[in-house]
């Protein structure tokens, strides 16, 4: 037997009940007026393992309820939640079926409507929307379904828009270096190679010779005036060896080459 010596509301929306024995229950209003938990009121100890576990139950539910107002989640979610507010086993069983049979937790509507979120708000391809979903616990099958949602035609109409935004972005560099940075950008926001084709052919991205030379007397100039006390030959393979891994035509680089020996000579530094 144990008298209740105490009772104090939290912060949040539950109740400390102090027993003289030293043992502190955690439970809801709910459970406070279900057994009537007054101050002085004597428990028995089949009464006191009612209360701790309904009392945990309900906080729990409780919890859970506070958890999903915000946003959907996923039950991996949920229960990755509880165990970090110390619920456990059967207690967490009881909450996971409650939520389900009143609608509030579901896999395949949450999956769904972050599929439906993602093409709305992001610039995200299935591919990363998949990998998103797995670490949140949604089984495959789920997830599959849900993204049939994500039609091949919004998927290039997002893909179109990046791919022009990155077009811009690297106008500066080579063409075959700008076609690669954007394929790189476009498969890494998860779209797949057929989506990223249609994509590049879509986008008015062509070869510009002139813009093309500028930008590699751009960076040419850097890396040739950086050897400036190198050996000549190293310093041509070094210059040389540089902007073809940028993507530059070997021509226009030799171009450049006889350019930069050309104004040296003319000025006395070589």
């Known amino acids: 037997m144990a008298n209740i ?3 104090s509301k939290d912060k949040g929306e539950f109740y400390q009940v102090y027993l003289d024995d030293g043992q502190k229950l955690r439970v809801s209003e709910d459970v406070l007026v279900k ?3 007054l101050k002085g009121k004597e428990l028995d100890e089949t009464t006191i393992n009612k209360v701790k576990k309904d009392g945990v139950y309900a906080v729990g539910l409780q919890l859970a309820y506070n958890y999903l107002g915000y946003q959907l989640r996923s039950e991996w979610e949920l229960r990755k939640f509880l165990k970090e507010k110390e619920i456990f086993g059967t207690d967490t069983d009881r909450i996971v079926e409650q939520l389900k049979q009143l609608k509030l937790l579901d896999d395949k509507i949450y999956a769904e409507s972050y599929v439906r979120t993602m093409m709305r708000t992001s ?6 929307i998949r990998q998103q979903l797995k670490k949140r616990g949604v089984s495959e099958s789920i997830i599959t379904n849900a993204l049939t949602l994500y039609e091949e035609e919004n998927q290039l109409a997002i893909a179109t828009h990046v791919a022009q935004k990155l077009a811009k972005k690297y106008y500066a560099k080579s063409y075959q270096e700008s076609l690669q940075k954007i394929k790189q950008n476009l498969m890494q926001k998860g779209f797949s190679n057929q989506v990223i084709t249609l994509a590049m052919g879509s986008i008015e991205f062509e070869k510009d010779d002139e ?6 007397v751009k960076f040419g100039e850097k890396i040739w005036h950086r050897n400036a006390r190198v050996e000549l030959a190293k310093r041509k393979q070094k210059v040389k060896q540089s902007l073809y891994q940028k993507g530059f035509a070997l021509d226009s ?3 450049f080459i006889e350019e930069m020996l050309t104004q040296e000579g003319e000025n006395g530094e070589e």
Do not use: C, H, S, W
Request: hydrophobic share 40%.
């Open 211 to 216: 813009a093309e030379y500028q930008a590699l």
């Open 123 to 128: 610039d995200k391809g299935p591919i990363v």
């Open 35 to 37: 057994y009537r938990l």
């Open 5 to 7: 010596t105490k009772l």
């Open 253 to 255: 680089i030799n171009e």
